[in-house]
């Protein structure tokens, strides 16, 4: 059980245009979802808290009007990168915490040409 | 904030070799968990140590967790070919909040 369905999991885009990524709890409500971003090599970094109903909790850094996020329902947490350039291009995450441990969606990776 | 930080940042062995990682962190946890990641691919977990344990098992995989020297270690005995991927540490400091990760250890395990 608790299963994170995340997709695409691969994108290829043009630059100067919008991405959405979609992050599905299929088994639970989710009330609260997470997005992390990570760069080659590198590690998984907090982009941004998703709660349902409200707006999101962007980590410092983070560009809220360029990376939307909306949690309109108890399983669906969508994240739009708005005016891809390539330095957007990573590793994108999402992740929930069911009413025991976490679980991570099985990651999408955007390509912006 | 990224709090963890894992030590070797990579790690080359032959198989049958133990490997072990290192993790240290800055602030008080709820729980540590260790996480793996094959090239390009989405997180497999591993294991979660929870703040008042010292010590687990599952298979060949071994972690200890220091709350007084705020560091744990991953040890995986018997390595193989497939053990190849990189290695992260993740804490929270209550539950349902998010993960912090560390830096991870890339480990390769040559044949």
């Known amino acids: ?113 | 904030s990224q709090q963890g930080e894992e030590d070797p940042q990579a790690l080359s062995i032959q198989e049958g070799e133990n490997a072990t990682m290192n993790c240290s962190y800055k602030t008080s946890i709820n729980n540590l968990q260790w996480y793996r990641q094959n090239s390009g691919r989405g997180l497999v977990h591993l294991i979660l140590i929870r703040s008042n344990e010292r010590e687990k098992h599952s298979g060949r995989l071994r972690v200890t967790l220091d709350t007084s020297k705020k560091s744990s270690s991953l040890l995986i005995t018997a390595s193989r070919a497939a053990d190849t991927a990189s290695y992260f540490c993740a804490t929270d400091s209550n539950s349902g909040y998010a993960l912090n990760f560390g830096k991870g250890t890339s480990l390769l395990v040559t044949p």
């Open chain 1, 1 to 113: 059980g608790a299963v994170v369905s995340q997709h695409p999991s691969r994108v290829i885009c043009k630059s100067g245009t919008s991405v959405k990524i979609e992050c599905r709890s299929l088994d639970f409500q989710a009330t609260t979802m997470f997005w992390y971003r990570q760069f080659p090599k590198q590690s998984l970094m907090l982009m941004a808290t998703s709660n349902e109903g409200s707006k999101a909790t962007y980590e410092q850094g983070v560009e809220k009007d360029k990376f939307l996020i909306n949690h309109a329902s108890l399983t669906l947490s969508t994240l739009t990168v708005t005016s891809a350039h390539p330095e957007d291009s990573s590793f994108y995450i999402c992740s929930a915490t069911p009413h025991y441990g976490y679980t991570f969606g099985s990651g999408t990776r955007l390509t912006v040409v």
